[in-house]
């Protein structure tokens, strides 16, 4: 009965490789994000999707691209991995509209040799 | 920009003590206040949230009250245990329809028996 489930939960790869991380929730939301959470712990948003829409695109290199076939997925693709890339990659799901509270995934270790 | 800020930890803390977590922002607008909570090795959990100026958003035994005048939302709780080991994050979202969560930088709260 998992809410927001991601996989893989690990991901460790070398420089210039490209890999996707999935999402997907079984909670009915209409809106779905990608976080990502450095070293420090700190999280920023990335991508905000509503009804498969993508409604914010804060200051991501091109080389991330979110998908959402459908309103329950939303997955993230990297190409050309760079170092810095290394974090912790949060998905999460909220109702549409102000104050609803978002619920995140246990999120993706992303480790780049 | 919209921005919140937090006390650096780690907090250390003993059983039973008295909790305060500091937060204060900057936001054009009106901002919904929350403060999720990060397990080791899990996502974020909503903790609770305030909408409006001077309510008090609570759970847990956690309180915050949204504080206009300071733009305050400082976490408090009277009694802490074991298991509230955790980083804490404060967050806003302005009220324009599409939930961009701005999270301060987390606080680690360390309880020791």
């Known amino acids: 009965d998992t809410a927001v489930s991601q996989t893989p939960k690990y991901l460790v790869t070398q420089m210039g490789n490209d890999k996707s991380i999935k999402c997907e929730q079984n909670?009915?939301?209409?809106?779905m994000y990608w976080y990502k959470q450095d070293s420090k712990k700190f999280l920023k948003i990335m991508f905000s999707?509503?009804?498969?829409?993508?409604?914010i695109n804060e200051t991501v290199p091109n080389r991330f691209s979110p998908k959402s076939p459908d309103k329950a997925h939303l997955n993230l693709h990297i190409n050309s991995l760079e170092l810095g890339d290394s974090a912790v990659y949060f998905c999460?799901?909220?109702?549409?509209?102000?104050?609803?509270?978002?619920?995140f995934g246990d999120g993706t270790r992303l480790s780049i040799l | 920009g919209d921005s919140v800020t937090q006390m650096e930890g780690p907090v250390t803390l003993s059983e039973e003590a008295f909790l305060t977590i500091n937060c204060t922002y900057t936001?054009?607008?009106?901002?919904?206040l929350f403060w999720y909570v990060q397990y080791p090795g899990e996502g974020l959990q909503l903790l609770l949230k305030?909408?409006?100026?001077?309510d008090k958003g609570s759970n847990k035994g956690f309180e915050a009250t949204y504080r206009k005048e300071t733009t305050s939302f400082h976490l408090e709780k009277g009694s802490v245990q074991v298991s509230d080991s955790a980083v804490y994050f404060c967050?806003?979202?302005?009220?324009?329809?599409?939930?961009?969560?701005?999270f301060g930088t987390g606080t680690r709260l360390l309880v020791s028996p």
């Open positions: 999460a799901s909220s109702q549409a509209g102000d104050n609803q509270p978002q619920h």
């Open positions: 909670l009915g939301h209409d809106t």
């Open positions: 999707y509503n009804n498969k829409e993508l409604i």
């Open positions: 936001a054009t607008g009106y901002p919904s």
């Open positions: 305030a909408t409006k100026a001077d």
């Open positions: 967050a806003l979202t302005l009220n324009t329809g599409f939930q961009k969560l701005v």
